[in-house]
């Protein structure tokens, strides 16, 4: 019996050694919450924002919620005692400073622009929480998503996002991105901006979109979505954009398949 305790002992050593090894995170970004949840182990998990499990900002909310929040202030995270703490590139950078004067390790993420650049985010999460086989899984599996795409040509439909204010994206988006991904075009692109900007509706009437991509109106008022709902666009096909649009992790493919189910439906496939 005693031999047979030894043994036991000796099997579970290297599983306790490596949970040892495991660094305890604090994750102060939406997109870094996401990251880490997939990534980690939950036992390394020491907080998320707080925004993490709102459905409306983040496509894991649901997964967020057994998980502790914080108020992305440095004291209260000082005193969780984390190994790590991941951050956006745009995180408060007073924060990230006052975080490393008391030498708690900062890891941040540069934002997402681009489908392709998902797996290298995964893989960067897996080195800095020591789960680089988890990471690795989920990159090559999103790869292989990736690479089922096909490429738009110039008679694919005419998507133009069109938000509060007449807010669309351009090339070097990580909406533009998925939009194209799912084999539509870019009405932003053809009118030759890049980035954030602005369309007008007498622009979106003289270039007659084929759809629309919009945001899901909240309760309340606001007359910056009144152009989204003028006269003037009604009968053009809308489809919504959600939190699956935001951040670089694997929810994206969700957004594709959406687009592609917009496509199918204007090429009048089943």
Same mark, same amino acid.
């Given at each position: 019996?005693?031999?047979?305790?030894?043994?036991?002992?000796?099997?579970?050593?290297?599983?306790?050694?490596? #949970? +040892?090894? @495991?660094?305890?995170?604090?994750?102060?970004? %939406?997109?870094?919450?996401?990251? $880490?949840?997939?990534? =980690?182990?939950?036992?390394?998990?020491?907080?998320?924002?707080?925004?993490?499990?709102?459905?409306?900002?983040?496509?894991?909310?649901?997964?967020?919620?057994?998980?502790?929040?914080?108020?992305?202030?440095?004291?209260?995270?000082?005193?969780?005692?984390?190994?790590?703490?991941?951050?956006?590139?745009?995180?408060?950078?007073?924060?990230?400073?006052?975080?490393?004067?008391?030498?708690?390790?900062?890891?941040?993420?540069?934002?997402?622009?681009?489908?392709?650049?998902?797996?290298?985010?995964?893989?960067?999460?897996?080195?800095?929480?020591?789960?680089?086989?988890? #990471? +690795?899984? @989920?990159?090559?599996?999103?790869?292989?998503? %990736?690479?089922?795409?096909?490429? $738009?040509?110039?008679? =694919?439909?005419?998507?133009?996002?069109?938000?509060?204010?007449?807010?669309?994206?351009?090339?070097?988006?990580?909406?533009?991105?998925?939009?194209?991904?799912?084999?539509?075009?870019?009405?932003?692109?053809?009118?030759?901006?890049?980035?954030?900007?602005?369309?007008?509706?007498?622009?979106?009437?003289?270039?007659?979109?084929?759809?629309?991509?919009?945001?899901?109106?909240?309760?309340?008022?606001?007359?910056?979505?009144?152009?989204?709902?003028?006269?003037?666009?009604?009968?053009?096909?809308?489809?919504?954009?959600?939190?699956?649009?935001?951040?670089?992790?694997? #929810?994206?493919?969700?957004?594709?398949?959406?687009?592609?189910?917009?496509?199918?439906?204007?090429?009048?496939?089943?």
């Amino acid at each position: 019996m005693r031999r047979l305790a030894t043994s036991i002992l000796i099997a579970l050593a290297p599983v306790w050694a490596s #949970a +040892e090894e @495991l660094p305890r995170v604090v994750s102060v970004n %939406l997109c870094t919450d996401q990251l $880490v949840m997939l990534v =980690a182990d939950p036992t390394q998990i020491v907080s998320l924002t707080e925004l993490s499990d709102d459905p409306r900002s983040s496509s894991m909310a649901e997964e967020a919620e057994p998980f502790a929040k914080n108020n992305a202030r440095a004291e209260s995270i000082a005193i969780t005692a984390p190994d790590i703490v991941v951050a956006g590139a745009y995180s408060d950078p007073l924060l990230i400073d006052m975080l490393r004067r008391i030498d708690i390790e900062v890891v941040q993420f540069p934002l997402t622009t681009t489908i392709d650049e998902v797996p290298a985010q995964l893989r960067k999460m897996g080195d800095v929480l020591n789960r680089s086989e988890r #990471a +690795e899984d @989920l990159a090559s599996d999103f790869e292989m998503q %990736l690479s089922k795409r096909t490429e $738009v040509d110039h008679s =694919a439909p005419v998507g133009a996002f069109f938000y509060p204010n007449g807010f669309a994206l351009g090339e070097g988006t990580l909406s533009h991105s998925i939009l194209t991904a799912g084999g539509a075009r870019n009405l932003s692109v053809d009118l030759g901006f890049s980035g954030n900007g602005r369309i007008s509706l007498e622009q979106m009437v003289l270039n007659t979109p084929d759809f629309l991509i919009s945001s899901p109106k909240y309760s309340g008022f606001s007359q910056s979505e009144d152009v989204m709902t003028h006269p003037a666009l009604q009968g053009a096909p809308v489809m919504y954009s959600s939190a699956d649009w935001v951040c670089g992790t694997p #929810a994206i493919l969700r957004a594709v398949s959406e687009v592609k189910k917009m496509v199918q439906r204007l090429s009048g496939v089943q």
